[in-house]
């Protein structure tokens, strides 16, 4: 046995000793793959049952991290960290429309809504018509007639009652009123009375006995039609209009054949001063300045003087009429050098009547903006004001929802929305009109409710050509429904029947700029409706117009996105077989979600899109700049945060250097101060212009005039 013991323990050692004595070192690529194989080998014995793992293998990725979130992090704040599921709108858009395309929530990180002031104001209100008739006036029976039956007016407004008479006495007259109050009627009537009256009968090739001067080429058409339809009886006397985008030549045909009484815009009537030889004002009886406060205002002062001069200098006799809706000191100055004696007549309410002649000392005793603010603007009594305010990333949708509310959902609506430049009109007609018509099938024929009607859209700005400005213009007119986008040249004057709405998509620069745009529905008595939209930022602007007593309601955003609910094409893939569930915010913002996807997916579908979108946005920016400086607190374009408003615009991102040529050109000017100083007033026109869109009379280069 010990023998045995003996030998056992000698047995390994030689071999050990051969082991260490003849094997080569193991190299480090072999240490290394025996430590992998056995890690491996170790993982093995410790994984879990074959059922387990196949089932895990399958989860999608997404799906497997989840799970490990909600086990490393149970116990705490869930809610914060488990990840959130796609909305209807963005799942519809990444999967359907487009896989790689990533639509950020609309209702994160928006500022909150503020509480808006609430100040009592007692607006100052005009009794439109009145009851008296026309045959209280010493008229011609042929033109009572022609009043009654083609313009179906029977009764007086205010300021046609106290207008006419004066007018027809041959006294000059400033004629302050509301827009929509009649006063195209209350100059053209005292006009075609008196020239239809003269002994000796007007012929043709006399040339003009009345000129009347406006500042834009729709209201020029549209005075022209109602100059035309009171001279039915008496088709002796003929009218004519002058105004650009026509062809000179033919224009120069019409003024050889002779016109008896010319309407014009500015800038073309200096033109043809200029370069029309045959064109003359010795028979000149009127000289009428409608929507005066706006011609000036868009810098017209210069094409005033040569048109006062080219008159004065052939007839000193003449009847001088200036109307406008606004006193302001330009006007005022105007009022001083071309009207005689006048009578002042402002119509603001029932205790205000035609003053005396003593009135023209008033005028220019007390400044301008102190009447403005004493008498405040003179509102329609059928007009209701509200306001929304709205986060910059929802104003599209928002837009969408109310024109969808009000022009698909309800009968025989007529909207104007208002926008601050030819861009940015360009942008949302051809937005709308693809996405929400035809575009992107939204909206299929087979979806559309039984009670929605057809949605019609227009759009009227100074860079479209006159023939299509002359045909949207009536189009609009002629139409009992349809949505017109347009710049301000259709807040002035403008008669455009049955308007039900007014939506101003960018606030006014000024409180008469908002009185002339809701200025175009509740006309003449009837009942209509407007609606401001602000930013959180520019809730203050409130209060501006309570300074001038102007008072408006809060709409709820909720409210109006609400609507989107109806319809059914945009409902998200969660609300399949849910069609009687009551309609809740989630499901709210799940279909504003998929109406703003919508407009993102049109907008990025090529690389024209989206450079539309970013022009447009710029056009926004520049015309946001040129806020007066009283109301730059509010409107201040540090205030704007630009990835929001680029999502208002379609644009998932914002485009970057959008202002760097702005900033380049505003430090150019810090450092010339002196030549800053010289140019301000040059700029606030540029400025206004740029705010209004308006087709100057002479613009630059000379190309057009109108």
């Known amino acids: ?167 027809l006495e041959g006294r000059d007259a400033l004629v302050r009123s509301q827009t929509g109050s009649g006063k195209t009627l209350a100059y053209c009537i005292p006009v075609v009375q008196s020239l239809q009256a003269m002994q000796s009968k007007i012929q043709r090739g006399d040339g003009p006995y009345a000129l009347i001067l406006v500042p834009t080429r729709e209201l020029a058409l549209q005075s022209f039609d109602t100059v035309q339809k009171l001279l039915k009886p008496f088709t002796w006397i003929v009218p004519g209009v002058l105004m650009g985008g026509e062809k000179r030549k033919s224009e120069k045909a019409r003024l050889r054949k002779g016109i008896n009484i010319l309407i014009s815009t500015p800038g073309r009537l200096v033109d043809h001063i200029k370069s029309t030889k045959n064109i003359h004002f010795r028979q000149i009886r009127w000289l009428i300045l409608d929507e005066a406060d706006r011609i000036l205002d868009l810098g017209f002062e210069k094409d005033l003087t040569v048109i006062l001069n080219a008159v004065n200098a052939e007839c000193q006799e003449r009847q001088n009429v200036l109307l406008s809706a606004t006193l302001t000191e330009g006007v005022a100055r105007l009022a001083d050098i071309s009207l005689h004696d006048p009578v002042s007549i402002s119509v603001l309410d029932e205790s205000h009547d035609v003053s005396s002649p003593e009135s023209e ?31 910059s990333k929802l104003r599209l949708v928002c837009l969408a929802a109310f024109i969808l509310q009000k022009c698909k959902f309800e009968r025989d609506q007529k909207v ?138 809060e709409v709820k955003m909720e409210d109006i996105l609400s609507v989107l609910t109806k319809d059914e094409c945009f409902k998200g893939r969660r609300g399949g077989g849910q069609k009687s569930r009551a309609a809740g915010p989630q499901e709210i913002r799940e279909r504003a979600t998929v109406l703003q996807t919508l407009f993102e997916d049109y907008v990025h579908s090529s690389e024209e899109t989206v450079s539309g979108a970013k022009k447009a946005l710029q056009s926004f920016i520049r015309a946001y700049a040129t806020y007066p400086r009283e109301l730059k607190h509010i409107f201040h374009i540090r205030l704007l945060h630009l990835g929001h408003m680029a999502k208002s615009f379609g644009l998932r991102d914002a485009p970057k250097n959008l202002c760097a040529s702005a900033m380049k050109k505003k430090k150019a000017n810090l450092k010339r101060p002196d030549l800053q100083r010289k140019k301000t007033q040059s700029k606030q026109r540029l400025a206004e212009i740029l705010r209004s869109e308006y087709a100057s009379g002479m613009e630059t280069g000379g190309t057009k005039i109108t």
């Open 1 to 167: 046995m010990a023998a045995v013991s003996g030998v056992l323990p000698q047995v390994p050692e030689p071999r050990a000793a051969v082991f260490r004595t003849f094997s080569k070192p193991r190299p480090a690529h072999a240490r290394r793959q025996a430590a992998a194989t056995k890690r491996k080998c170790q993982a093995s014995s410790e994984a879990p049952p074959a059922k387990r793992r196949s089932k895990a293998s399958f989860l999608p990725a997404k799906k497997t991290a989840a799970k490990e979130t909600r086990r490393t992090l149970k116990g705490k704040a869930q809610r914060t960290f488990s990840p959130k599921k796609p909305s209807a709108g963005a799942r519809d858009g990444d999967q359907e429309r487009k896989p790689g395309a990533k639509t950020s929530s609309l209702f994160k990180n928006n500022p909150e809504i503020p509480e808006l002031p609430r100040p009592v104001v007692k607006q100052v209100q005009e009794k439109v018509f009145t009851s008296d008739a026309f045959q209280a006036l010493d008229l011609h029976p042929h033109l009572i007639s022609t009043i009654n039956t083609v313009l179906k007016m029977s009764s007086m407004t205010s300021v046609q009652k106290q207008s006419i008479p004066v007018l």
């Open 361 to 391: 000392a008033f005028l220019e005793a007390s400044p301008p903006q102190a009447t403005d603010e004493l008498d405040g603007f003179a509102i329609p009594a059928g007009l209701q004001q509200h306001v929304v305010v709205v986060p």
């Open 416 to 553: 104007i929305v208002f926008f601050s430049s030819c861009e940015l009109v360009e942008f949302h007609y051809t937005l709308f009109l693809q996405t929400l018509l035809s575009g992107s099938g939204a909206l299929a024929p087979e979806h559309l409710p039984s009670t929605s009607t057809p949605l019609k859209f227009l759009r009227l700005h100074s860079a479209l050509e006159q023939e299509e400005r002359t045909a949207v213009f009536q189009d609009f007119t002629h139409s009992k429904t349809g949505i017109l986008f347009c710049t301000d040249i259709a807040a002035r004057g403008l008669d455009l029947p049955q308007v039900t709405w007014i939506v101003q998509y960018n606030a006014p620069s000024s409180p008469a700029e908002y009185i002339h745009r809701i200025g175009r529905t509740a006309r003449i008595g009837c009942h209509g409706s407007s609606l401001l939209v602000l930013a959180p930022s520019e809730a203050e602007y409130v209060n501006s117009l309570a300074s001038h007593k102007i008072n408006v309601s």
